[in-house]
């Protein structure tokens, strides 16, 4: 996936499922569709993982121990 991005993948994911519920593609073109999905989730699946990774080695402290640090996100700080 060349110049695959995790926003780009997950926009066309999102697409691809849409088109599958609507249930109007002959069962070839869904299970071409299908098989796209199943890519593009796995390549997701593994970008996530990255970050999760690297995510992980910036919470290190200087002596190499991994801290948890809860993740807040805007929406959720702006709620409380």
């Known amino acids: 996936m060349v110049n695959q991005?995790?926003?780009k993948a997950m926009n066309k994911l999102e697409q691809i499922v849409q088109?599958?519920?609507?249930?109007?593609?002959?069962?070839?073109?869904?299970?071409?569709?299908?098989?796209?999905?199943?890519?593009l989730s796995k390549f997701c699946s593994e970008k996530l993982d990255e970050t999760e990774k690297r995510?992980?080695?910036?919470?290190?402290?200087?002596?190499?121990?991994v801290f948890d640090k809860p993740f807040i996100s805007k929406t959720e700080s702006d709620d409380e």
């Open 5 to 7: 991005t995790f926003e």
């Open 19 to 39: 088109e599958l519920e609507s249930a109007d593609l002959p069962l070839e073109k869904a299970i071409k569709k299908f098989e796209e999905g199943v890519q």
């Open 55 to 65: 995510i992980t080695m910036l919470l290190k402290d200087q002596n190499d121990r």
